[in-house]
Each structure stands twice: as structure tokens, then as C-alpha cells.
């Protein structure tokens, strides 16, 4: 069964896999099914790739490996600028594929385009500045040449909340180093990847350079491709648990890895900020991705003298939200991924409530097909409660309140997560002496984004390891090599 809100956003997506430039059915013929969250029907059916399948790809990454490498910088930057160019000129089918397939409205899913688009445009800059250096050695006597290359063909390994950002950010660093790749896209949303990677094709990507397997068998999968030795680095953005995982299996063969993990971001309100100005970016900070973004506020930490003004204003802002399919015109929050996550989220709101905190607006399922969650505030929210400890992943605002702001960089600071925190103050100097005091990788000063294509985006602590974008973005798929010359 094929469907539905709209079936003309398949057309030209590729449903196999793409091994050594040729896209090909799974060895094993089988075939899973990926489905529209707004209506839960089915949109698709794609090639379910097996390890067989997992190593041909790996054997196509292997032997375009040295070739890529030899390819000059600025080919392989014009390669990058050329799929920039292909994906801005397909801006619009992209996004309405991301919509259907992962929820979120289309507008958003515009806004993703256009950022996962930078990292195409970014890395293709970057393709031809990173380069060595020449030293003296400090007795004088030799002379100290550092060099970098490609550290060889990376496993990238996505979610499923940026279908197409999250494969752009690896695959464009990649590539500007010089590294064949593997993708292995989320089951639920691999339909962006395989677009993006026709694109690739038509930008001029060489054969093998870049591979898709499509499973939906992921740790039976992936786990040979790390153990065979032959891939070198494994990029990584998902949950914490899969994560620490993944850095185990990386250990034999000592394969690099880079982790982007959850977060438990804190947006702390002081009481001299611009409210109506924290509202605004909390909604951002919140709603984007309908809340399921690593970066999401999760923890509403507001000085008492302001924090009913703040939740009064946010509630108004989070009830009047539109609730529809991405597709239509006017959705302002789409569905939640899966059953799973919309009854994880009733959970989290009963947990809270049953620890003493009141819901202000929404709280529950609304009555309609579609795993969607109503846009909720809840005030007065321990500690203790789950949804303050856990990564929410979705449309629940928990308000807990402080007196002293040392007490709020405490809160902030409690949890094993660190990727980013917001900060809104009227006092720039302060702001940047609490900035220095948050146990993160990112934070965010009186605005409720961080995410830049030109930034270092990554975290610390339980959050992860390794950085994407910015000058850092590249580094972590080259090798350094010394020569030690006499002179
Ligand atoms: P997930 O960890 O369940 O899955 C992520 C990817 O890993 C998917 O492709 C999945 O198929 C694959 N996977 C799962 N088990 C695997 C295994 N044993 N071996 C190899 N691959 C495996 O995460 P998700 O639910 O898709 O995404 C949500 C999570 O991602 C959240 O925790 C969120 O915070 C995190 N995330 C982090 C960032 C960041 O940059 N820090 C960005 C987006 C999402």
C-alpha cells in the first residue's frame, strides 16, 4: 500500500540502496516500510538492507577510498558547491519530502533545507583551506613538516529529526577531507537521504565515494562494518545510549569516533531580561522541531519574581498553536514521530504532575489520528521529575522556578547531559561570566538558536565527543602526519 496526503512527493526518491554508484535491491530482496507520522500510513516501501548488503557497501567505500583522495581539493570542493546547487534549486521537493516523512510543518522544513544546504556551501570552502604547517625545531636542528590527510572511509550514522541536515553536516566534512563514506539514514525518515544522495550523483560524486544502506536492522548492521577494521571513523548523532555503545565497539580497532548525543539544555530567564524577548526565543528554543531537537529547551529555569509573568506568556503562546499535517498550509506543529514517543510523553506529563507540578496548557494527547501531542506548559516542576532529568524530545515546556542565580547555574549544571544552554539577561557582562559557568558545549545569549553551519556544533560530557561545522568540522576526518627533516 502506497498513499496518500500527497504521492507526488516520491517521485524521482530512489527506494534501494546505493552501493558503488549503482543503486541496487537489498541481496535478500526484503523491503521495509517507512510511514507518514501525520496519518501513520504507510508512504513508502525501501530496500531493508542485511550485513551482507552493509559489507558491499563498505567494499565500494574501500576501493573509491584512495582515489577520492587523490581527487584535487578544488574538484572536490566544486563537487560540494555543485550539491549545494542542486539542493537550493530543489529546495522546495526536499522539503515537502521531510515533511511527509518526519512531520514537522513545511516551513520548518524549509528552514532545515536551507541550513543543511550551508554545511554543502561550507565545506566546499573549507575543501581547499586546511593544509600543514612548517616548524623549526627548537634546538634548530631539523626542520618539523605537519600535514593532514584523509583518516580513510567514515560510517555515518543519522537520526531521524534532520533527515537531511544531519546527512549533509557529515557527508560534506567527509568529503572535503577526502573520505569515502557509508550512510546508514534513521529507518524512520530514509527517504531525504536517498533524494540527497541522487543529488550527490548529479553534482559529479564519484562512484563508491558516497553509499546508502537503508536497514532496518541497525546494530546487526552496523556493528561488522566497525569491527572489520577497514572503516576508520564512525560519525554518530543519536541518543546517548546508542552512543556509549557505538564508542565500544570503536575500541578494538581503535576507529575514531565523533558522537552528537541528547541533551537536557537548560534556558534560564533572569529577572532583567527582556520577557517578551525570552518568550520569543523560548518558543524557538522549545517548538522547533516540534521539540524533538538535541537542542530543545528542556528545562525552564526562571527567578521567581518573573516566572509567572513568563509561564502566562508562554502558555498563551503555546495554546494558540495550529496543530496539522506538515503538508498543509497553516500547521504550526506537526506529529510526533511515533505511538511510542506520544505515549512517552503522557508519561512524562503524568510523572510531573503526580510530583506536585501544574499543567498551565495542553497536558495530553489531542483526539485525532496522527501521533500528535498538544503544546504544553507545566509549572512549579521538581527536580525529581522526569521530565526535568530526561531528554522530553517533544511540545512540553516544564517551568521550575529559583531565588539566587547561583542556585539556577546548580540546576543548570545537574545533569550528565551538557550540548547547549540558553541564557536570557539584560546585562551582557554577566551573561558571559554565567556563560563560562554552564557545563556545556554551546550556549546561547538572549537567543533561542545556536545551530550555524560556520559554528562548532557539539557537546560535552554525556552530550558527546567531536565537533560538526565550523573550522573544527573537518578535523575530525583528517590524520596528521610529521616529517622530520634534517636542515
Ligand atoms: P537513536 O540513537 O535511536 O538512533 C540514531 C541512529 O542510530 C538511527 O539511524 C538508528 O537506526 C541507529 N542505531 C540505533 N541503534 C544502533 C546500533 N546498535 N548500532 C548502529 N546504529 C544504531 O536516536 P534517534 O531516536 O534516531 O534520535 C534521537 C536522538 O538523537 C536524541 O537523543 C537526540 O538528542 C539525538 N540527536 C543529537 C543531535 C546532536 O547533534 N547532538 C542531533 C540530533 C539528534
Known amino acids: 500500500m502506497t498513499v496518500v496526503h500527497a504521492p507526488d512527493v516520491l517521485e524521482g526518491v530512489p527506494l534501494e540502496l546505493l552501493v558503488g554508484g549503482a543503486w541496487r535491491p537489498s541481496a535478500s530482496g526484503q523491503t521495509f516500510d517507512v510511514h507518514d507520522p501525520a496519518t501513520g500510513e504507510v508512504l513508502a516501501s525501501i530496500a531493508d538492507a542485511m550485513p551482507g548488503d552493509g559489507m558491499a557497501a563498505l567494499d565500494a567505500a574501500a576501493a573509491a577510498q584512495s582515489g577520492w583522495a587523490a581527487v584535487p581539493a578544488r574538484e572536490r570542493s566544486e563537487i560540494l558547491r555543485r550539491a549545494f546547487d542542486l539542493v537550493v534549486v530543489n529546495r522546495e521537493r526536499i522539503a515537502r519530502l521531510i515533511a511527509s516523512e518526519m512531520g514537522k510543518p513545511v516551513a520548518e522544513a524549509y528552514g532545515e533545507v536551507d541550513y543543511g544546504a550551508e554545511f554543502l556551501r561550507w565545506f566546499a ?96 548492521l552496523c556493528a561488522p562494518l566497525i569491527a572489520d577494521g577497514r572503516i576508520r571513523k564512525v560519525s554518530f548523532t543519536g541518543s ?58 528542556n528545562r525552564f529555569l526562571v527567578e521567581a519574581s518573573v516566572a509567572d509573568e513568563f509561564a502566562r506568556l508562554l502558555g498563551e503562546r503555546m495554546g494558540r498553536l495550529r496543530l496539522g499535517h506538515g503538508l498543509d498550509a497553516g500547521t504550526e506543529v506537526g506529529p510526533l514521530i511515533d505511538e511510542a514517543a506520544q505515549d512517552r510523553l503522557g508519561e512524562l506529563v503524568a510523572d510531573a504532575v503526580a510530583h506536585g507540578a501544574s499543567v498551565r496548557v495542553g497536558g495530553a494527547a489531542p483526539e485525532r489520528a496522527g501521533w500528535f501531542f498538544a503544546p504544553t506548559v507545566l509549572e512549579n516542576v521538581p527536580a525529581e521529575a522526569r521530565v526535568s532529568r530526561e531528554e522530553i524530545f517533544g511540545p512540553v515546556a516544564p517551568i521550575t522556578t529559583f531565588t539566587e542565580v547561583d542556585e539556577a547555574i546548580r540546576i543548570a549544571n545537574d545533569t550528565e547531559f551538557g550540548l547547549v544552554a540558553y541564557l536570557y539577561t539584560g546585562d551582557p557582562a554577566r551573561a558571559l561570566r554565567l556563560a563560562e559557568r554552564l557545563e556545556t558545549g554551546m550556549v546561547a545569549l538572549n537567543r533561542g538558536l545556536v545551530s550555524n553551519a560556520a559554528a562548532p556544533f557539539g557537546g560535552i560530557k554525556h552530550s558527546g565527543m567531536g565537533r560538526e561545522g565550523g573550522r573544527e568540522g573537518i578535523e575530525d576526518y583528517l590524520d596528521i602526519t610529521y616529517v622530520a627533516v634534517d636542515a
Open 240 to 297: 546517548t545510549p546508542v552512543g556509549r555503545l557505538l564508542v565500544a565497539q570503536c575500541g578494538p580497532q581503535l576507529v575514531r569516533p565523533s558522537m552528537e548525543l541528547g541533551g537536557n539544555a537548560p534556558f534560564i530567564v533572569l529577572a532583567d531580561a527582556d520577557l517578551d524577548a525570552a518568550v520569543e526565543g523560548a518558543m524557538i528554543a522549545k517548538m522547533r522541531n516540534m521539540g524533538e531537537a538535541c537542542t530543545a529547551a
Open 125 to 220: 570552502e573549507e575543501a581547499v583551506r586546511h593544509s600543514g604547517d612548517y616548524r623549526r625545531s627548537p634546538d634548530g636542528a631539523s626542520r618539523i613538516l605537519v600535514s593532514r590527510r584523509p583518516i580513510g572511509p567514515c560510517l555515518l550514522i543519522t537520526p531521524w529529526n534532520f533527515p537531511l541536515a544531519m546527512a549533509t553536516r557529515k557527508i560534506a566534512a567527509a568529503l572535503a577531507a577526502g573520505c569515502t563514506v557509508v550512510l546508514k539514514p534513521a529507518p524512520e525518515t530514509p527517504l531525504t537521504s536517498l533524494l540527497f544522495a541522487r543529488l550527490l550523483q548529479e553534482a559529479g560524486v564519484p562512484d563508491g565515494v558516497v553509499n546508502v544502506v537503508t536497514t532496518s536492522d541497525a546494530p546487526a
